[in-house]
């Protein structure tokens, strides 16, 4: 792409000249007479200075999107092309929701390992609200969580498990010995929670107040699943999860709550970049996620019986 489009958009993405020749490593005078130089050629000004810094024009807004949409295509064709012409990629990243990182995905890179071993392999945590600008960036290759909303034309989605969110405690907690727990039970109880998740605290929350109560009263966040389980585990907080991931809540000694009515329930798989379909290891990995979902999916249904 054009140095000055890309110039352009660390800009507006940064919200500042200096921060924008920052991140590019040019001096604030050479970034400036590129943007002067893209602005003479549109015959536009595309920033707007004041006393409080710079915005962007109504031509910068324009410019912005189409940058935006540019700067997409440009990635998209860039890997399509690479991965015609080597069939390899050197790196797979992948973002996992609370459903699929804690072993979902774990056993899937063991099995990609033996596959690809010339690929290197990344896991980080997140949930699809916040981590699908990234898979729309080119920064993630895979990313496991819910549906939510439309997707992007450039992105596929391959379903893969239907989850159900409940609420976990210690075994010895008194409403885990209650045979149908109420929104109304929960009033006054102090929640732990995965901070990444906001769309399952506001369905939490929308539960709640269906019997009249307030917001669950979060005392402790945390980022990773299993930190959280072990918090719980010690203490008599409530914590939300997948029933997916209950064998692994039980290690830790919680137990599910039995609601007496549904909290939510979504589907869920994986989304991924339909160019990145050309790497034969994003194709293997839709493969072995159907697997390894389904084993998972059948293994739960026996132990539910």
């Known amino acids: 792409m054009d140095r000055r489009i890309n110039a352009f958009l660390a800009i507006a993405e940064t919200g500042s000249l200096t921060a924008a020749a920052q991140a590019l490593n040019v001096t604030q005078p050479a970034l400036t007479k590129t943007l002067r130089s893209l602005e003479s050629d549109l015959g536009a000004p595309l920033l707007k200075r004041g006393a409080r810094g710079s915005t962007l024009t109504a031509a910068g807004e324009r410019l912005l999107a189409q940058a935006t949409a540019m700067r997409r295509a440009w990635r998209s064709a860039r890997e399509e092309i690479r991965a015609l012409s080597s069939g390899e990629l050197e ?56 549906f939510n909303g439309q997707a992007k034309e450039t992105i596929g989605r391959h379903p893969l498990l239907e989850i159900e969110t409940v609420i976990y405690v210690r075994a010895g907690h008194v409403l885990g010995k209650s045979r ?44 990773a699943l299993t930190s959280g389980f072990e918090i719980v585990a010690g203490s008599d907080l409530l914590i939300s999860g997948p029933r997916q991931v209950e064998p692994l809540a039980r290690r830790y000694g919680l137990v599910p709550l039995k609601i007496a009515d549904t909290i939510w329930r979504f589907q869920s798989g994986v989304c991924f970049r339909k160019a990145s379909l050309a790497y034969p290891i994003v194709r293997r990995s839709l493969e072995l996620l159907d697997g390894i979902c389904g084993l998972a999916q059948e293994g739960r249904e026996r132990r539910s019986r």
């Open 180 to 223: 149908a727990v109420k929104a109304a039970q929960l009033g006054d109880a102090l929640w732990l929670v995965y901070k990444k998740d906001d769309m399952v605290h506001a369905r939490i929350n929308a539960w709640l107040a269906t019997a009249g109560c307030s917001e669950a009263r979060i005392v402790v966040q945390v980022g």
């Open 91 to 146: 790196r797979l990243r992948i973002g996992a929701g609370p459903a699929y990182h804690p072993q979902i995905v774990p056993e899937l890179i063991c099995a990609l390992r033996q596959e690809f071993p010339a690929t290197r392999i990344e896991m980080d945590t997140g949930v699809n609200d916040s981590e699908m600008p990234r898979l729309i960036a080119g920064e993630i290759d895979l990313l496991l969580g819910a």
